[in-house]
């Protein structure tokens, strides 16, 4: 018994180990070359640390070496045309919208029932997802 809780923890210090040293072996891979690591800075009272930017970068983007100027100049871009894609979502949602209202007057009232009863338990169990 004393055998087996022993080999037990063996297994598992290995496994912690392993796993340590794993992680530990991947962080410097993950900077990039010439490049230091930033020391972190400590907060004070009376500075505020800068607002994350809430504007991401194109997909891909971010492994191209881009500039502050560069960077700067993209999301300056994302924020002109923001506007008029938001626009278009919500004329794309009204027409959507529109479109399932006509397609359901298509439906018998027995029909329109069971639809409703399926939708519900789509949205029940999205909700039950969205707990986990």
Not at 32 to 46: I, S, V
Not at 100 to 112: F, I, M, P, W, Y
Request: proline share 3%.
């Amino acid at each position: 018994m004393l055998k087996q809780h022993a080999l037990k923890m063996i297994a598992i210090l290995s496994t912690v180990i392993a796993f340590t040293i794993c992680t530990a072996d991947s962080i410097p891979a993950q900077q990039k070359e010439g490049e230091t690591a930033k020391p972190t800075a400590k907060k004070t009272e009376g500075t505020k640390a800068p607002a994350k930017r809430k504007v991401r970068l194109p997909n891909h983007y971010g492994k191209l070496n881009l500039t502050d100027d560069q960077r700067e100049k993209i999301y300056k871009i994302q924020k002109d045309y923001k506007a008029q894609i938001d626009s278009l979502k919500k004329q794309l949602a009204e027409i959507d919208a529109k479109k399932d209202a006509e397609c359901a007057e298509v439906l018998s009232a027995s029909q329109k029932s069971i639809l409703g009863e399926i939708l519900a338990q789509i949205e029940k169990k999205k909700a039950a997802k969205k707990k986990n």
